[in-house]
């Protein structure tokens, strides 16, 4: 019996705009975007939400403090759409 299915959401099933994610993630305020989503793998807080050790809220808290301003939900939702966009 199967119990769980995984996808690779990103780059497999759907192409994504890495570009696009590090701009907009720029323009929030997280300067080195660049080095967080990493062409291969992500790192730290973007880590942490693609393998579920966060949730929304904690993203969004962490995130504030990498930026140094409060990041609200729809500014992070906007940067991980901006994954999907051309």
Do not use: P
């Not at 140094?68 to 939702?77: N, Y």
């Amino acid at each position: 019996m199967i119990k769980n299915l995984i996808f690779d959401f990103g780059g497999v099933i759907v192409d994504i705009n890495r570009g696009n994610a590090v701009k907009a993630f720029e323009n929030i305020g997280l300067t080195d975007a660049e080095e967080w989503l990493d062409k291969y793998h992500q790192r730290g807080i973007f880590l942490e939400v693609e393998d579920g050790s966060i949730d929304t809220k904690g993203f969004c808290h962490k995130l504030s403090e990498l930026c140094g301003r409060e990041i609200s939900f729809e500014e992070a939702k906007k940067g991980w759409l901006s994954f999907f966009f051309k």
